[in-house]
């Protein structure tokens, strides 16, 4: 192998903007230790949420100190390994989910973190760990279950587009929120029960007319008003899984004056839980396994985003792009 160097992108200092935020820097390839893999990245999945947050500081999880890295979900082809890795032939197609190890050209890490997949499509970053977190809210946290009403916001999203055929093939209702008519369509070829655009329709007045006993189950990733009318939705026994707050990253939190959530929440008996992935950890690799075999026996319908971005320097743009909400499907960025 002929290559010295390499790019990465690293978030230099804290900032409110991720483009202000972050740098790309050449540095050395580094050789695998004894237990490692060096894998090429051929493609990242781009989480312009997480990025941003992370970026203005705001995650207190990890609460990192600049510079860091930055990325997570890569696919690429492993390229080097050391004098223990058995398991694994240059060649092989892999992803990764480690943070840090999406927004680079290359990346080492241990053999046993790598996923074999067929092919270094992009298709894969729809399913880990984007898809996975959609399961496992879904599962673990909403309770699913079947002929029940789901609601799935961001729904011609990278993690809603997924968590929409879950829900689907659970045997439920499922209605499916989105911002543009490219998404409905999107959102009609996944077999949605009900699309509202909230550009077209008034997303409070259909639910209320169209099910006046309320929504079972909720996937909620955009926040502010969107958020707040789920929340007076919820059926009996509803629960709505907090995914994100989309509509907020990167500016200042919107500051609300109204009755305690409990008001509405204790007259329906309904509740509303927060998911964070890192706290389900343990809940990744059968999920993931599930995903790929759902993908791969042709019963799970994945779509990458068609806007093309090409390199490392293009991931500001990205994910710019991503917080634009023009998205349909999971946004990725390739390499070389
Ligand atoms: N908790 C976890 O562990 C976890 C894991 C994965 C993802 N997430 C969350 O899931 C959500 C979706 O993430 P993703 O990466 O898959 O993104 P995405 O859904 O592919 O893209 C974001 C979508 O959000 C919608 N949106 C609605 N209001 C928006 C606004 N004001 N600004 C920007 N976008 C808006 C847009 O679609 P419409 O206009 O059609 O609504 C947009 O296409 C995010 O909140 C993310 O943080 C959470």
Request: net charge negative; charged share 20%; proline share 4%.
């Amino acid at each position: 192998m002929n290559t010295k160097t390499y790019k990465k992108l690293i978030a230099s200092q804290l900032n409110e903007n991720f483009k202000s935020a972050v740098e790309v820097v050449e540095i050395a390839l580094p050789q695998p230790a004894a237990s490692q893999v060096l894998i090429k990245n051929k493609f990242a999945g781009i989480n312009g949420g997480f990025d941003t947050l992370l970026c203005r500081g705001d995650v207190p999880y990890v609460n990192l100190i600049p510079p860091f890295d930055l990325g997570v979900e890569a696919v690429g082809e492993v390229v080097a390994m050391g004098e223990d890795v058995k398991n694994f032939q240059v060649g092989d197609a892999v992803v990764t989910t480690n943070r840090g190890g999406g927004y680079r050209e290359y990346q080492i890490i241990d053999a046993n973190s790598a996923i074999k997949v067929r092919e270094t499509t992009p298709e894969v970053l729809t399913l880990m760990p984007t898809g996975v977190s959609a399961l496992v809210a879904l599962e673990q946290v909403g309770e699913m279950k079947s002929n029940e009403v789901v609601l799935v916001t961001a729904a011609a999203g990278g993690t809603g587009h997924i968590a929409v055929q879950l829900a689907k093939l659970a045997g439920n209702h499922v209605i499916g929120i989105c911002g543009s008519e490219a998404k409905v369509q999107l959102l009609k070829e996944l077999g949605c029960d009900r699309i509202i655009n909230y550009r077209t329709e008034n997303l409070g007045q259909v639910l209320k007319q169209e099910y006046p006993n309320g929504i079972d189950l909720i996937f909620e990733c955009v926040g502010k008003q969107v958020f707040d009318t789920c929340v007076d939705n919820l059926a009996v026994r509803g629960r709505l899984v907090v995914l994100g707050f989309i509509s907020e990253y990167g500016k200042n939190l919107e500051q609300v004056t109204q009755p305690r959530i409990y008001h509405q929440l204790f007259w329906q008996a309904a509740s509303v839980r927060g998911f964070l992935m890192p706290h389900y950890q343990e809940y990744m690799p059968e999920a993931r396994d599930r995903l790929l075999n759902l993908f791969y026996s042709g019963k799970l319908k994945v779509f990458v985003d068609q806007r093309q971005f090409l390199g490392i320097e293009s991931i500001p743009t990205a994910v710019e792009y991503l917080l634009s909400g023009q998205n349909c499907g999971k946004v990725v960025v390739k390499f070389e």
